[in-house]
Each structure stands twice: as C-alpha cells, then as structure tokens.
C-alpha cells in the first residue's frame, strides 16, 4: 500500500443486542469484533480496522484493497454480526441479532439488515477522514449536514473563498421508495436538489463527488453515506436504520472544521421512540453515545482519522468531545423538552403516512370496524 494508489474504507454496521433495551452495545460484543478482525488483518484481508459502538449498534470501520461490496469483507462483517450475535444471545441481551434479517451470507450484507458505507479512493499525500455514526434515526439524517458541507457557502467558506472547491460538487440523490437515482450539480441545480432532499424519507443523498476539473478524480467519492432501510427488508418494523457515512476531508474538500459545522445545530429528524417521533439529533462523544431519555433524543458520533500510507487508519479523534459542541448539546436539550411536551401528537409524532412503517397499524387495523359513514 502507498500514496496514489487505491484503497477502500469500509463502514458496516449491525445492531445485534442492546444492553439493555436498545440504550448500548456491550463490550464483550466489541471484544468478539476485535478478535475476528485481528486476525483477518494478520491472515491480510484486511489492513487495518477499529470496532467501536453508537447506541446499540456495533460499528466496524475497515480499510483493505478489495473495493466496494467485496464478498470478502462482506462476509468478514456477517461473520463478526454472526458471532457476536451468539454472546449477545448468552447474556440475554435484548435484540439479540436484531439486524441480522436474513439466514444465510450470499455475497453482500445489502439487503441483509447490515448499514453499508464504503468507498474506494485514490490514497492523497494525506488523508482526512470523518466516519459519522448515528443511532435512533434513518439515512435522511444525513441529508442536511451533507448539503452543508458541500453546497452551502454559509457553512463552507472554502466553496466562496478556495479556487480548489469554487466550482462545486455532484450529489448523487436515491430515490429510496422507487429504487431510482438522479446526479444533480451544485450550485447550478441546487434549488433542484433541496426540492428532492427536503422530503428526507424518500430522497437521501447516497453520495457526493467532485467536478470535472476539480484536482481529485471525479469518479471516486468524496462522501457516501449508507441508505438501507429495514422495513422494506423485513417487510415489519424492526428498528430504525441507525445510518453511517464516510466523509473526506481538507485540501480542496470541506475542512475538517467545515465536516463538522452542520452538527453545531441540532437539526429535527426522524426515529426516537419506537422509530416514530421527531426530535433533535445531537452531536455527542462516544460516551454520550448511550441513547436513554425516550429511547433518545437521536445520536450522531463523529470520528477523526488520518489514513497514513501504508493504509493504517490513525485514529480516532473522538471529535464531538469538543465544548465547541456543548452549546448544540444544550440546545437538543432544550428541543427535545419541547418536542416531548407534545406527548402522542404530531409533528412530535411523525405523520401517518410514515407511521405505516411502524406498529401503529397493528392498533389502527383493530378500529376498522368501529367507523361507520357520515
Ligand atoms: O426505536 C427503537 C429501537 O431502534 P434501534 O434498535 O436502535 O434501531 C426503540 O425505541 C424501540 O422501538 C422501543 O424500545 C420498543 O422496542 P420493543 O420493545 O418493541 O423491542
Ligand atoms: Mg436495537
Ligand atoms: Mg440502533
Ligand atoms: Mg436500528
């Protein structure tokens, strides 16, 4: 492995257990992800990995020479989920393989349960990376602090100011509902892009890429973010997708400062309670990351990284343990208090037609026959 040549950075993702309810992943569950990827870093499957949690969510990050949606690395991650899964079963801890939706590997964990961020990129001199980790939301969550940082000149200075980003960025936006995508460029079609990414539960950003001309190659990434929704795998509600992204920083992109402005303002999404209610989601260190007050408010983590050359991801920065982020922090607070004081009622509830999604119409289906017509 050296500079200018390919690597990919995979972020995969399951909840296999909370401990306890849906609040956190138990250490012995991150002990198992550490043993098994230990050893396919010796054997070399992979270069280098870290195992940590969000909520109750066991997340790996992995960096290897494979590309996107290897067969290897994929059945390296179900294979920990898998594993891990049996002493979440011995614990008693609650979920136990929750996002493990179906039996057998055949590939790929899309499709699967499993939250997929991944990228292959040309290896820069020096390179900055985020890897963001939510819990108690869906991938639209994304869609607001990624808009931010590539698009909005009042988070990114560098889009006025550093000739490298003037020219803007390309959304790659997924229409989740109809399996359909569209790449639309900013600033030229930014109007475009908000009418699509403002209705956050059907258009998600799935991938943002550089211009012609800009001095990375235009066909690698420079953020993606993982679009799996479980309720269209599993047909039932069976937890909030809890997303992921990957996002590259500095020289020409974003800085790291400007990566992580968007969270400065504890934006509304969906998820909390039962998947069903909005509220804020707030910015926390991992030891933050631990989900109680009504199953929330939603979490975001982000982690630093610097991948040296031979591919070794230094890290992590545990970068929302800065005071810079207690005031977004308070202000969730603040939000979440007066979100809650709606009780069963919308907007605090989401609206009905995403509450489909959800056990409410179990309790509807009940009612039918009480109506009769006026
Ligand atoms: O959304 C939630 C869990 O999401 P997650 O597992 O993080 O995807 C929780 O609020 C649960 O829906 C809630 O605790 C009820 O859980 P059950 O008792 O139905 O398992
Ligand atoms: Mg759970
Ligand atoms: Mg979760
Ligand atoms: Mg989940």
Known sequence: MAVGEKITISVIKADIGGWPGHCKVHPALIEKANEILEKAKEEGTIIDFYATYCGDDLQLIMTHKHGVDSEKIHG??????????????????????????????????????????????TLRKSEPIVTFHMDKTEPGAFNLPIFRMFADPFNTAGLVI?????????????????????????????????????????????????????????????????TEKLYEIAGEYVGKDDPVAIVRAQSGLPALGEVLEP????????????????????????????????????????????????????????????????????????????????????PHRLPLEEMEYTTLPGVLEKLKDRFEPV
């Open 263 to 346: 969270f400065a303002f504890p934006h509304l999404v969906s998820g909390w309670m039962r998947g069903s209610h909005n509220g804020p989601i707030m910015p926390v260190p991992l030891k933050y990351a631990t989900p109680s007050r009504f199953d929330g408010p939603p979490r975001v983590v982000a982690l630093g990284w610097q991948i040296n050359k031979d591919g070794k991801l230094i890290g992590p920065v545990d970068l929302f343990e800065d005071v810079a982020f207690d005031e977004a922090r308070k202000k969730a607070l603040e939000i979440a208090d007066y979100m809650r004081r709606h009780g069963p009622f919308e």
């Open 162 to 226: 550093d000739p490298h980003m003037h020219m803007g960025f390309r959304f790659e936006i997924w229409d989740i509902k109809e399996h359909k995508r569209v790449v639309m460029s900013s600033p030229e079609e930014m109007y475009d892009i908000l009418a699509l990414i403002g209705a956050k539960s059907r258009y998600v950003i799935k991938r943002v890429y550089p211009k012609k001309g800009h001095k990375l190659p235009e066909d690698e990434p420079v953020a993606v973010i993982s």
């Open 76 to 121: 390296l991650a179900w294979n920990v989920f898998k594993e891990a899964t049996e002493i979440a079963k011995e614990l008693g801890l609650y979920g136990a393989g929750q996002d493990l939706l179906k039996d057998a590997f055949s590939g790929n964990v899309r499709g699967m349960g499993p939250g997929v961020a991944e990228m292959e990129i």
